[in-house]
């Protein structure tokens, strides 16, 4: 089993930025994760935003975060990260992590692991 918890997230002001991080934790090699981070504004569905391979190489981005959001990992820290430039007030959202062992994208349901989100709020 593996445990991923998110940080980093909290209010910023339009065009500021933020780094969340998901910590993982448990019975895992975390070189054999790759990783997904997703967001969910109050009324809307959870939306991709982006995923990271287990090598780190080709990461890819949904189009409303691409060119501003950057994903990464470091597998010596066991964390993944989501660097956030140029924030909107429609990326206000709860973000989570996801991970899994099989499959990195924008399909959901493949994951095998979730955190419990962080929340990031940005003013106008």
């Known amino acids: 089993q593996v445990q991923l918890v998110e940080s980093g997230g909290g ?47 080709s990461p890819v981005y949904g189009t409303d975060v691409q060119g501003r959001f950057t994903i990464s990992r470091d597998d010596a820290k066991n964390t993944f990260y989501l660097e956030m430039n140029s924030l909107k007030p ?17 399909v959901q349901s493949a994951y095998d692991y979730w955190g419990q989100g962080t929340q990031v709020t940005v003013s106008s």
């Not at 500021?16 to 981070?37: E, K, M, N």
């Not at 959870?46 to 780190?56: P, Y």
């Not at 429609?90 to 994208?105: I, M, P």
Request: hydrophobic share 40%; glycine share 14%; aromatic share 14%.
């Open 11 to 57: 209010l910023v002001q339009a065009g500021g930025s933020l780094r969340l991080s998901c910590a993982a934790s448990g019975h895992t090699t975390f070189s054999g994760l790759a990783a997904g981070w997703f967001r969910q504004a109050p009324g809307e569905e959870r939306e991709f935003v982006a995923a990271i391979s287990w090598t780190g190489a």
């Open 90 to 106: 429609e990326d206000t959202a709860v973000y989570y992590c996801a991970a899994g062992r099989q499959y990195y994208g924008e």
